[in-house]
């Protein structure tokens, strides 16, 4: 923007200035000079009068941009380009009217005081309080306060105009003892938000198996859904789930891998996919699930299971916090 706003300042200042010095050269106040005076001296002093007149038009635009991205406020800062920044947990910042933000690691929530924030990979609009996908670029439009808050230590790439806004308490993550190394993000992410609990004592249970009507109450969580209170446990999200999730039938019964995949895959919209898993068991998945199985291999959200799709095996505990994790991580902003 920086450079268009340069170039197009450039033209009308050299415009005026050339036919303000054709008007004038050859008069008796201006006689005609001559050549080498041309390129010389007049040369440099045109350009240094461009130049001047260049910084101070953009000088009024940043200005400007300042002044409408926080109103009467001395504590808004402005980066010159993308900015990195390391945020202990419970940092708060507000970001403004053409502020953008990548969050790079760590767990970042926003809320919006004004206006609207883009997803830049998907042009949709963000909704208040969600969680900021890693490596996505977030765009603040007109008129808009987005004030993100860092819900663990985090990293973020950061450009425009921001405030920090001092630091909130935030929940400490739980940590279990008894998950791998590999699930172990995906476990306490979940839990911190109420998504998927743990099984007392500190513990997760990474090898008990999930039976479908716990994956429908943590989908319905993670949209937002109260279940507490729900007689039988999993009644408010089986309810939740039917039809656009689940039929809701055998809530009790262990979850494969490809009913995982095809309740996420409805979850974020049954999106197109044609690119076949490079599994050599690939065509043991069930009709109903290949475009859903298709999409999750594709975007990371399942990985193969000892060198298998393994479709129509159950699911532990561990496989399904990774993959709600990996794709609420990847889509849910």
Known sequence: ??????????????????????????????????KSYAEGEYASGLVAELTAGINTALQAVYDRALGQASPGSSDTKYTNGR????????????????????LIGGDMSMSLRS??????????????????????????VEDTTAVLTAMSDCTIILEGSYRPDGKVDVPARPT???VPAWCAE??????????????????????STTT?????????RAAGVNTAGSDPWYQIGMEWSVPTISDGTRPTAPVTREEIATMLWRYFGTPACDKAPDFPDVYSVSGYAITA?????????INGNGGLLDPKGPATRAQTAAMVYRALTKFAG
Do not use: H, Q
Not at 85 to 99: H, I
Not at 293 to 301: E, K, P, R
């Open 83 to 102: 900015e990195y920044m390391a945020l202990p947990a419970g940092s708060v910042l507000s970001v403004f009217t053409g502020g953008t933000v990548v």
């Open 212 to 220: 479908r009507g716990m994956v429908m109450t943590i989908l319905a």
């Open 176 to 178: 279990f003892t008894d």
């Open 293 to 301: 199985m298709c999409w999750c291999v594709d975007n990371g959200i």
């Open 115 to 140: 206006g609207t924030v883009i997803d830049a990979s998907s042009g949709k609009a963000v909704s208040g309080g969600a969680d900021l996908a890693r490596n996505v670029r977030y765009v603040c």
């Open 186 to 207: 995906a476990a306490e992410y979940l839990a911190a938000r109420k998504i998927m609990d743990g099984t007392g004592a500190g513990l997760f249970s990474p090898n």
């Open 1 to 34: 923007m920086k450079r268009i706003i340069t170039a197009s300042l450039a033209v009308v200042l050299l415009a005026a200035m050339t036919c303000a010095s054709a008007s004038e050269a050859g008069t008796a106040a201006d006689p005609l000079v001559t």
